[in-house]
């Protein structure tokens, strides 16, 4: 099998969870162990740091993963899902797993992979770990997947944990109420590991505290800690100046951002939260941090945080796919100066868009679609539903045309807005 083939086989052969949804959700570590256990538990072989929470804990594991390949730290880098490719997911130094890595992997384990049927996302974490083991890293930086007490990254001991915050996402797998989200998040706590929280909630707060106590990990706030200043986004160069008030010392501390969403002041705060915890373990300078913020987009390779695709018209796209995350990506376009708003949108069958949809502007220009997977909710019935709420608009059978629409429709000091998807901003990209 060549590479494309092989992406087709695993697709066609174990349930995936962006692609399907919940019916490829597995609430066990049963088959994750067995597959550490066949591949001589290849997490043992380096240091990691655990990031796990509802929103922005994509954002923190690439600024943290940046800011240690500035430190010298030959740095390994696990996300999902992935937008272009799927070798974005498993990353060192930068670097995507070779396409040839992928091959050799599926073909030398195929027999056990067919044995044991495991989802698409456990079988993606063990070639993770097995890459990472296979290279010699010295630290990776594990995103968690969904949820965290039965996610299959969970495997892990790590350095730290950290939980960015918890919202309204996937509530029909882990819980109908803040609480019973922030338990299963709180599944990465370690026995004495120190945990950070990014985010305080007032009804979840306890929830950590009360975990942290029965396993005796040390557990700190970002947000006790750290203040976020942020300035406004020059869409010249493309950075957002911040200054970073440490609010115990006065001290502050001053850099720029390639994330320029406005959600990103409360990431920045969880990420020096972070580096404070980190302080004795590992070796980081101030310079390393300011200059790895800096360098996020360049070391990682991160995309559709808040992405800049054209300036004639301004064309945003933006991963943001739940309640909270919506709420602050059209806060902060509802504040650019601009002649008319036009959105391409499109979501998954399972969002609670009666909760969604009043969120976005009533005189904006909509072009519903859907993304090219499964899960994706038909355009129809997104226009209909949209209607009732007031959104109006037209219906394209895929992305591409309702951009290509938009671009035709737009002036240039119009504004496009792309989003309501991973999968939506995925094929605009």
């Known amino acids: 099998m060549n590479y494309n083939e092989t992406i087709k086989y695993l697709y066609d052969h174990l349930p995936a969870f962006h692609r399907i949804g919940k019916a490829a959700y597995k609430n066990d570590l049963e088959n994750t162990i067995a597959l550490d256990d066949y591949f001589g538990h290849p997490h043992k072989k380096f240091r990691c740091i655990h990031i ?15 800011v240690l390949m500035e430190a010298g730290y030959r740095t390994a880098l696990y996300t999902s899902p992935h937008l272009k490719d799927f070798r ?12 040839r890595s992928v091959t050799r992997f599926v073909k030398k384990h195929e027999a056990f992979i067919n044995s044991l049927n495991p989802s698409f996302f456990e079988m993606t974490v063990a070639m993770a770990f ?17 949820g965290g007490r039965l996610d299959s990254t969970n495997i892990i001991t790590p350095l730290l944990s950290v939980i960015t915050n918890i919202g309204h996402d996937h509530m029909d797998l882990l819980g109908d109420t803040p609480e019973k989200v922030a338990y299963e998040k709180a599944g990465i706590i370690k026995a004495g590991i120190p945990v950070v929280i990014g985010e305080t909630g007032e009804e979840t707060k306890g929830v950590f505290i009360s975990k942290a106590l029965d396993t005796g990990s040390p557990v700190t706030f970002a947000d006790w800690d750290f203040l976020c200043l942020p300035g406004d986004f020059n869409y010249r160069t493309l950075l957002r100046r911040f200054e970073m008030l440490e609010i115990g010392s006065g001290i502050t501390f001053k850099g720029e951002t390639p994330l320029g969403g406005n959600y990103q002041a409360k990431n920045l705060q969880t990420l020096f939260g972070v580096m404070k915890c980190l302080k004795g373990i590992l070796k980081i300078s101030p310079e390393n941090i300011i200059e790895g913020v800096r360098r996020t987009v360049v070391n990682t390779g991160l995309m559709g945080r808040w992405q800049i695709i054209s300036h004639k018209p301004l064309t945003i796209c933006d991963t ?3 309640r909270e995350g919506l709420e602050y990506v059209l806060n902060q376009i509802a504040g650019i100066p601009k002649t008319r708003l036009h959105i391409v949108i499109g979501f998954v069958n399972d969002k609670d ?14 072009y519903f679609t859907k993304a090219s997977v ?3 909710l038909d355009e129809r019935l997104l226009m209909q539903t949209a209607s009732e709420a007031g959104l109006n608009g037209r219906c394209f059978p ?8 938009a671009r ?11 989003g309501g998807s991973t999968f939506i901003v995925a094929e605009a990209l």
Do not use: C, Q, W
């Open 52 to 66: 796990g929470g509802t929103n922005g804990k994509g954002s923190v594991s690439h600024m943290l993963a940046s």
């Open 88 to 99: 974005e997911r498993i990353r060192v130094n930068g670097k995507m797993i070779p396409k």
């Open 130 to 146: 097995d890459h990472f083991a296979e290279e010699g890293v010295d630290i990776a930086v594990i995103e968690v997947g969904l």
């Open 320 to 322: 943001g796919h739940n």
């Open 353 to 366: 868009l009666p909760a969604i949809l009043p969120l976005f502007p009533a005189g904006a220009d909509y």
């Open 374 to 376: 499964p899960r994706a």
């Open 398 to 405: 895929g992305v591409k045309l309702a951009l290509k629409a």
């Open 408 to 418: 035709a429709e737009a002036a240039d000091s119009d504004l496009i807005f792309i």
